[in-house]
């Protein structure tokens, strides 16, 4: 995979997605009927790695509203995902720039959510220096929310703590799995095998600086972030891996898909440093946790893809290369 490849990597990926007319007719009545008016056009979703239906829905009032409508027949994990961001809507704070969830249901096999529609647009990629500023500004404003009262949210050292065990799984594997592993990798790759033993010991103590009290997305890319244009206002979307933790772990997990997206983003440790939420993060603190995110991408990468989202594994080979790029100059 050569640097232009790569570059490319994050513009082109999205899980396969319904249209309104794929969805079944029972299905299509009942969002309907939570909508409160008929479906008069629908603008699919074009970004992002949810499978199923994803797409803003204008009605015969004249209202609009963005439904999220799947089942385990596109993907297994597509349900209690949409559970889990049920869960999310009900903990976040009226000052976090989230879509409202204005209802849902759920018949254990369809699981159905209606957001209110907000007008934007993803930011422009390779990143342009003023969308990348707004951007950071709403991850600085966003370290200083905890969840609402009441939350039923995970702690992020409890819900990453099977995710980041790559690197000893890499050690615990066989040597063609390490191959493999490095040849997806390419040149961050091989140094990774080099330094396998560090990598497993700062992926121990990723869980530890992961905790904190502060409300995490968990999942910010670019596919998830919408600019409101005339108002510079960033709306963040798409929660179902929400969490409590430390107020910076967004920023860092965020800036290794900047790195690959390319323009302003391409100095990581630059853009963690000026930020507010970083400030006061130690280096080996900031290692341990880039530790454990590559070992996550990189042992996952090298996974069968899974079902209804057929290129995530090559994203996340290009995500760990980044991320490994970054962590090799802090190491």
Request: hydrophobic fraction near 45%; charge should be negative.
């Amino acid at each position: 995979m050569s640097a232009d490849d790569v570059m490319a990597l994050p513009l082109a990926f999205g899980g396969q997605r319904l249209d309104w007319r794929d969805l079944p007719r029972a299905v299509r009545e009942r969002i309907e009927t939570l909508a409160g008016a008929r479906v008069t056009a629908e603008m699919s979703a074009t970004s992002g790695f949810s499978p199923g239906f994803c797409a803003v829905l204008e009605l015969t009032d004249g209202r609009a509203v963005f439904v999220k409508a799947v089942s385990a027949d596109q993907n297994p994990h597509s349900p209690d995902l949409a559970r889990a961001e049920i869960r999310a809507a009900r903990a976040l704070p009226p000052e976090v720039p989230a879509p409202a969830l204005r209802w849902w249901d759920d018949d254990g096999h369809w699981v159905l959510l209606g957001f209110d529609a907000v007008h934007g647009r993803s930011p422009e990629l390779p990143w342009r220096s003023d969308d990348l500023a707004l951007v950071l500004r709403a991850l600085d404003d966003l370290a200083r929310c905890t969840p609402a009262p009441g939350h039923d949210l995970p702690r992020a050292d409890d819900l990453l703590a099977e995710d980041f065990t790559g690197w000893r799984s890499m050690l615990r594997g066989t040597p063609q799995q390490r191959e493999h592993v490095a040849e997806l990798l390419e040149e961050p790759g091989r140094w990774a095998l080099d330094h396998l033993d560090e990598l497993v010991a700062w992926e121990q103590d990723a869980l530890r600086v992961c905790a904190g009290d502060s409300l995490v997305h968990g999942d910010l890319r670019a596919d998830n972030l919408m600019i409101e244009d005339g108002h510079d206002r960033v709306w963040l979307i798409d929660w179902p891996h929400a969490c409590v933790g430390a107020p910076w772990i967004d920023l860092a997990f965020m800036l290794p898909s900047v790195m690959l997206q390319g323009g302003a983003g391409s100095d990581p440790a630059a853009l963690f440093a000026s930020s507010e939420a970083a400030q006061g993060v130690g280096a080996d603190d900031l290692r341990s946790a880039l530790a454990g995110l590559a070992g996550y991408f990189a042992w996952s990468s090298a996974q069968p893809s899974p079902t209804g989202i057929p290129n995530l594994r090559a994203f996340q080979a290009a995500q760990a290369g980044a991320t490994l790029r970054w962590l090799r100059d802090l190491s």
